[in-house]
């Protein structure tokens, strides 16, 4: 009988330690693929990192806005990204509105007549006032019929008092509430 276990749970412990795989505890964020669907996604690179909404900086606001009205300065758009990480009680807040947004094309981020760029860190505040602010937001997809509003956005913000923030492969894709 001991001749015929031994076998059987030596083989056991062998499969057993085999199997064992490490988890990745804190899995690689990636950025949401560019869509046009209304799948509800942001992100961008931010000085070469990964930026995506998460968390809540309230109880009942969402981490990611988008409200467009077309019929306000010939289309205001407005898009508000928030990260907060709970255990460290840091937040991040992107946030890019502009008018005369009123179909698919390319529109100039350092226009400040138009709107502006606003980007929060927990120590830092950038306003992107006239000249601090380069970069284009494109909407890929604006359709009212079926309320998506799809696009593509980088740009470069400057403070004096903090260090230059590089935004580049922005994209977002999100239904019009």
Known sequence: ??????????????????????????PKDVLPAATMEGKNTFGAMVNDKVWLPKGRPSTFQP???????????????DIRAFRVDQNTSTYELMNINITQVNKAGIYDLGNRQLGRVYYEASECVYEGNEGEVKGTLEITKLDLQNDIIAGKFEFTIKSSDCKTISVTEGRFDKKIF
Request: glycine share 8%; hydrophobic share 40%; aromatic share 12%.
């Open 1 to 26: 009988m001991k001749a015929t276990v031994l076998p059987f749970l030596l083989l056991f412990t062998l499969l057993s330690i085999g199997s064992c795989k490490k988890r990745d505890v804190n």
């Open 63 to 77: 981490n990611l806005q988008l409200i467009y009205d077309p019929g306000y300065e010939n289309g205001s758009f």
